[in-house]
């Protein structure tokens, strides 16, 4: 470029030339904005356009909101712990019984998996038929082979009422109820014999075990 060239005002310069350069830094502009706002971009597709079916990652059916227990109820300290609680009447609970005993059997299953942090989580037993446990079921499912607690309804019929009703709720009466050390209910899981189902059931325990430490009392 000439001296002469270098001295031309710029008002003066080929007009085709300066707008072939607004175009292309407007180009990059836009593809420059694209870029910083595609992520919020796929956000807002992903949760209010797509909104994809079966995208959560629990086996277990949550609790909305928490179901408070009475600590009145039961003879069982729940404050501080993580329980695993089922309800299955002893007199029916026999060694030919299997459909009965599928509960207790996943649940200290569960315990055990769970490994170096089985320690944090307790099982409870709710006898609500009062009659006494088979020996076979109880040398299997005692406090010190398997860390169950076996107890009764409330006698006071209010509580039981109570129980009863807080139990039930939802249709979760014969579920396996996981209580967290608030004490509240928050999930329950069906009881199963399925092996995929148990995996599932326990990467939900052991999810909850990893990432909640509040207000546990292992004592």
Known sequence: MS???LLIPASQMDSSAIN?????????????LLAC????????????????EGGKTNFGTLIQPV??????WLDVPFKG???LLVARPAGECTIKNESCLEALFLMRQLRIAVGRESSRVQLVWVNTDGKPVDPEVLLAYDQKTAGFQIVSLPADPKSKA???AWLNLDGAGQKI???????????????????????SIKKDLEKL????????NLQ
Do not use: C, H
Not at 67 to 72: E, F, G, I, R
Not at 177 to 199: H, R, W
Not at 209 to 216: I, S
């Open 177 to 199: 109820q996981l209580i967290d050390p608030s004490p509240a209910k928050m999930m329950v899981f069906p009881a199963t014999n399925s092996p995929k189902e148990f995996g």
């Open 3 to 5: 001296n002469k060239e």
């Open 209 to 216: 075990l990893r990432l909640n430490r509040k207000g546990e």
């Open 162 to 164: 109570e129980f009863d």
């Open 67 to 72: 179901q408070d227990v009475n600590p009145a």
């Open 37 to 52: 706002a595609a992520p919020v971009i796929a956000s807002y597709l992903a949760y209010y356009v797509f909104k994809p």
């Open 20 to 32: 072939a350069q607004t175009r292309r830094g407007r180009l990059q502009m836009l593809l420059l």
């Open 81 to 83: 712990k993580w329980t």
